[in-house]
C-alpha cells in the first residue's frame, strides 16, 4: 500500500503552488502592493493589536469589520458580504457549494489560475473560454460555451490576471444576462482600475461581486471579501469553516482601512508608475505593452525565457507567462515596485535586449 492508493487522482495529478525565494531579489512578480504602513501609524497599528483577545475566538462573522469595509468600499446595504480567508478561500466556498455531481466551473482563458485547480480539487468540471488575441472577452465564443456548457458558476477576473485588462462591462453585464448560473466578478484589482461592476451589480440577481485587500497594501493578512444578494450568501456562508478570519488580522484590517486614504494615495503612486513604466518600456524595440488597469503590466518580447533569466541574473524577480497558455507565448508579467525598483527593471531590460 502507498500514499497514492488513497489521495483522490485528481489531487495527484496536482502540482503544489511554488512561491520562489525572492531573497535579496527586486520581487516584482506577485502583485504586492510595494509600500509598507507609514512609520506614523505603526504606533497605533500596535495598539489595536494588543487589544485583540487571544484568549478568545475571534468574532466568527467579523461583523465589525465587514461594517468598515461596507463603509470603505461604497457597499450598499442590501448586499450582504462574506469575508474568507483571502480571495481563494472565497472562490473554494463558492465551489464546495455549488459542486453536484457532474457541475461545471467556467472561467476565460487565459486567467487567474486558481479558477482552475480549485475547480479540480472539488470535483467540478472545468470549461476554459479562450480571450481573443488582445485578450477582450469574446462574446460570441463565452454565449456559446454558456448554452453548451450550463455552467453552475461562471469567473470572471475584470481587470483580468494575468493580462491586466478590463473587460467591457457592457459585455459583462450581457453575459451575465445568458449565464444559466452563478457569475462571479473578481475585481481583486478594482483598486488600480477606471471602473468597477459595483454600480451594476443590483441589476443581476445572479452575480456577486469578489474582491481582496491583498493588491491594496495588506497581503500578509489575506482578506478578500464576497459582496451580493442575501440568498445566495446565506448558502454560501454554511460552507464557510468557523473563525476563518482571525482576531489579529480583525484587528489589522479595521486599522488599516479607517487609513484607507493611507492605501489610496499608495494605490495613485502605482498607477502613475504603471503608466511611467509602459510608456518607457513601449519605447524600447522588440518590446510590445499590453493595457493595464492593475498593478502590473503583460509585456511580449522576442524571447520571454533569454529575458527573464537575464532579469534573474541581476536579481530582479518577474513572472516568466510564456507558457502558461498559447496567448502569452513569449510574455512576462512584472508587478508594479517602488520608483527607484521600476527604474531599475527599466534598466535592466533596456540592457537586457
Known amino acids: 500500500m502507498t500514499v497514492s492508493d488513497w489521495i483522490r487522482p485528481e489531487v495527484g495529478a496536482l502540482t503544489a503552488y511554488h512561491v520562489p525565494d525572492a531573497t535579496g531579489f527586486i520581487k516584482l512578480d506577485a502583485m504586492e502592493n510595494p509600500f509598507s504602513l507609514p512609520s506614523a501609524l505603526a504606533p497605533g497599528l500596535a495598539d489595536a493589536l494588543a487589544a485583540a483577545s487571544l484568549n478568545r475566538y475571534p468574532d466568527p462573522a467579523a ?3 465587514r461594517d468598515t469595509l461596507r463603509r470603505v468600499a461604497g ?15 472565497i472562490i473554494q ?3 464546495l457549494a455549488l459542486a453536484r455531481p457532474g457541475a461545471t466551473l467556467m472561467s476565460v482563458e487565459p486567467a487567474f489560475v486558481m479558477f482552475k485547480v480549485i475547480a479540480e480539487l472539488t470535483g467540478l468540471r472545468y470549461v476554459g473560454v479562450p480571450l481573443t488575441a488582445d485578450f477582450a472577452l469574446d462574446e460570441a465564443a463565452v454565449m456559446s460555451a454558456l448554452a453548451r456548457e450550463r455552467p453552475a458558476v461562471l469567473f ?16 459583462v453585464e450581457r453575459v451575465i444576462r445568458a ?16 471602473e468597477s461592476f459595483l454600480p451594476r451589480l443590483g441589476r443581476h440577481p445572479n452575480a456577486v461581486l469578489m474582491r481582496t485587500l491583498s493588491k491594496l ?4 493578512l489575506r482578506l478578500g471579501y464576497l459582496a451580493g444578494c442575501r440568498e445566495w450568501l446565506a448558502e454560501f456562508d454554511k460552507v464557510r469553516l468557523p473563525y476563518n478570519i482571525n482576531a489579529l488580522s480583525q484587528a489589522a484590517a479595521r486599522f488599516a482601512l479607517t487609513h484607507h486614504d493611507v492605501l489610496a494615495a499608495q494605490a495613485a503612486v502605482i498607477v502613475a508608475e504603471r503608466e511611467r513604466v509602459a510608456t518607457a518600456l513601449a519605447a524600447m524595440p ?14 511580449r518580447v522576442a524571447d520571454a525565457d533569454r529575458l527573464f533569466a537575464s532579469l534573474k541574473s541581476r536579481k530582479i524577480l518577474v513572472k516568466n507567462v510564456s507558457r502558461a497558455h498559447p ?4 510574455c512576462l508579467r512584472v508587478s508594479m515596485g517602488t520608483a527607484v525598483e521600476n527604474t531599475a527593471f527599466l534598466s535592466a531590460v533596456e540592457s537586457s535586449l
Do not use: Q
Not at 449565464?179 to 477606471?194: T, W
Not at 496567448?327 to 513569449?330: E, K, M, S, V
Open 286 to 299: 522588440g518590446v510590445w505593452v499590453f493595457p493595464s488597469e492593475a498593478n502590473f503590466l503583460l509585456f
Open 63 to 65: 461583523s465589525g469589520l
Open 156 to 171: 470572471l477576473a475584470c481587470p483580468n490576471n494575468p493580462t491586466g485588462n478590463l473587460f467591457d462591462l457592457d459585455v
Open 75 to 89: 457597499i450598499p446595504a442590501e448586499y450582504d458580504l462574506m469575508l474568507g480567508n483571502g480571495s481563494d478561500e
Open 217 to 220: 497594501g495588506l497581503a500578509g
Open 327 to 330: 496567448l502569452l507565448a513569449d
Open 179 to 194: 449565464a444559466p448560473g452563478l457569475v462571479v466578478v473578481d475585481e481583486a484589482y478594482s483598486a488600480f482600475a477606471k
Open 93 to 95: 466556498v463558492i465551489a
